[in-house]
């Protein structure tokens, strides 16, 4: 492999890939059903197997797992050897999610790794990788994005059938990076982790938790937003802070009610957006698993992200008028 480019391999798949999902004409709020749209990164996993067919005595099984930075990666495995094994060259060539359990219920694969395999990736291929790149990413990247594709168009209907391998049967796939930005500005570790628990319900399918969760997580960051207002100073007329007759158990109501007031005096038609989201988060149903409530999840996560954007900045950078009583 003293020619094999890496990086070519990566960003010529990827770009393959890409290429494919053009063609589904899907809108871009609807990515999630694809895992590698957006700023979504993975590591591609080449792993040669024997087989005692093929004239080289080995094929390739590819498969690609979901990243937690923002690099793309390739790793290559050469498994000849541990699989000349009846038990392991018996099985279906056909069937490489079979082989991928095998390999991992002899410790072949790391633990972390299966649990992260994107299923709909899963392939293989008797070419070798340093040969036939461009046919490989091709070939891949269209059963790659069609099974994506088909696998989401069901899940509107029913669910999916659960899977003995891989043990990942996700089909929605958050670009997390879009958030990335967010959660370090607001540097708040219970924010943080409350909104990667929804994150985690969405990428879950679990809609009626993910959309109580930024339900929470959407009051969280209206009462972050208020409380930089009344920690950099801001006093009413009456000297007042701004958490003056705030109730101890606010409600969503509580919060848009003091949105409402001074500082930020939202407008009546902000208020109702920002009660849109709350009436939506409540109208969301625990029975049901379908397109309509990803979509509520979709508004609610889109939601926080405006608010974010359009409150928080000014409440960082408020400071009180010096006619301002203290």
């Not at 409540?282 to 379908?290: A, P, Q």
């Amino acid at each position: 492999m003293n020619n094999f480019n890496e990086s070519f391999f990566i960003n010529n798949l990827h770009k393959a890939y890409l290429d494919k999902v053009s063609l589904y004409h899907v809108p871009d709020k609807d990515l999630t059903r694809f895992s590698w749209t957006e700023n979504k990164t993975v590591t591609i996993y080449a792993i040669k197997v024997f087989d005692d067919i093929a004239s080289d005595k080995f094929y390739t099984l590819y498969f690609a797992v979901k990243n937690n930075d923002k690099k793309n990666k390739l790793v290559q495995m050469d498994l000849i050897n541990e699989t000349k094994n009846p038990d392991f060259f018996r099985i279906s060539y056909g069937s490489p999610r079979d082989k991928l359990s095998w390999l991992h219920s002899h410790n072949l694969l790391n633990g972390v790794i299966d649990s992260k395999i994107i299923g709909s990736s899963v392939t293989y291929s008797y070419r070798k990788i340093e040969n036939g790149v461009n046919f490989i990413c091709d070939d891949w990247a269209r059963s790659w994005v069609a099974s994506e594709y088909d696998a989401t168009r069901a899940v509107e209907e029913k669910p999916t059938p659960v899977q003995p391998f891989p043990k990942n049967n996700q089909k929605f796939f958050i670009d997390r990076y879009h958030f990335d930005d967010m959660l370090t500005t607001l540097s708040d570790s219970q924010f943080t982790d409350e909104f990667n628990q929804c994150l985690f319900a969405y990428e879950h399918e679990k809609w009626f938790l993910c959309a109580v969760g930024l339900g929470s997580c959407l009051e969280h960051l209206m009462l972050i937003i208020l409380t930089n207002y009344d920690n950099n100073g801001y006093r009413n007329e009456k000297g007042d802070g701004l958490f003056r007759g705030f109730p101890k158990n606010p409600t969503a109501k509580d919060y848009v009610l003091w949105f409402k007031k001074d500082p930020i005096a939202i407008t009546s038609r902000e208020a109702t957006y920002i009660n849109s989201l709350f009436t939506l988060r409540n109208s969301v149903d625990h029975h049901n698993t379908g397109k309509t409530q990803k979509e509520s999840c979709d508004f609610l996560l889109y939601g926080i992200s405006s608010i974010y954007n359009d409150y928080y900045a000014n409440s960082i950078l408020f400071k009180p008028n010096k006619s301002q009583k203290f």
